[in-house]
């Protein structure tokens, strides 16, 4: 295993369009997160799945954002008519169910340019 | 609400110069106060985890320390492969498994 995959690296688009990304996470890991993050900022969370199930999720993640993760493998993160204010790194983590955060491993991030 | 503020902003130091960054936090019953360390471009990738204060972790040239409200992590002579930004992130009793991140220390170690 070679950690948590992001895909894609880089995104370019233009306003109003909708965007996916996608999220490998480690094979043994049945938690996954997603975060966002702003220049200069720490991340921040989105939402989180335990195996497929959406269990928790952001006050600040508007109708606009949907995630999901089929059958506890990968996740997808849409975004829906996107707009500037969305253009972040987005980062995906990983973890074992029991450990918490200190097992969180972190992909490379999708990094959004809105335009 | 789980709050974390990271000082200083930004800071720099000669190869050798011992300083010291600071996490203050303030968190309904603390699960666990987490250091990372991110390099330009990539996700951040874990460095410490303490959960009780008096608790100290070493690794390297870092090491981490706990009080009730803040945390700090000391670099002892550090070198220019050091450089990144280290953030802070608490795990509140209240929080579920979502971690709240202070906003970095960006580090900038020059030889």
């Known amino acids: 295993d070679t950690g948590v995959s992001q895909d894609p690296r880089h995104k370019i688009t233009k306003r109003g369009q909708n965007v996916t990304f996608r999220c490998d996470p480690i094979?043994?890991?049945?938690?996954l997160y997603w975060y966002r993050q702003t220049l200069g900022q720490g991340p921040e969370f989105l939402t989180y799945f335990q195996n497929e199930a959406q269990l928790e999720k952001s006050r600040l993640l508007s109708d606009r954002f949907s995630a999901e993760r089929p059958k506890g493998s990968f996740s997808t993160l849409e975004i829906q008519r996107t707009e500037q204010g969305d253009s972040a790194m987005y980062l995906c983590?990983?973890?074992?169910?029991?450990?918490?955060?200190?097992?969180?491993?972190f992909g490379s991030g999708t990094r959004l340019t809105v335009v | 609400e789980d709050q974390v503020t990271q000082s200083p902003e930004a800071l720099r130091l000669q190869e050798g110069e011992s300083s010291s960054l600071n996490c203050s936090y303030t968190v309904s019953g603390l699960r666990g106060l987490f250091w990372y360390r991110q390099d330009p471009g990539k996700g951040p990738e874990f460095l410490f985890t303490l959960y009780s204060a008096g608790e100290e972790k070493e690794k390297e040239r870092l090491k981490a320390t706990l009080t009730k409200k803040e945390s700090f992590l000391h670099i002892t002579a550090p070198k220019p492969e050091d450089s990144a930004t280290y953030l802070c992130?608490?795990?509140?009793?209240?929080?579920?498994?979502?971690?709240?991140f202070g906003g970095g220390t960006r580090l900038m170690v020059k030889p």
């Open positions: 983590a990983s973890s074992i169910y029991g450990t918490g955060g200190d097992r969180y491993t």
């Open positions: 094979s043994e890991h049945n938690r």
């Open positions: 992130a608490v795990q509140g009793s209240n929080a579920g498994n979502m971690l709240t």
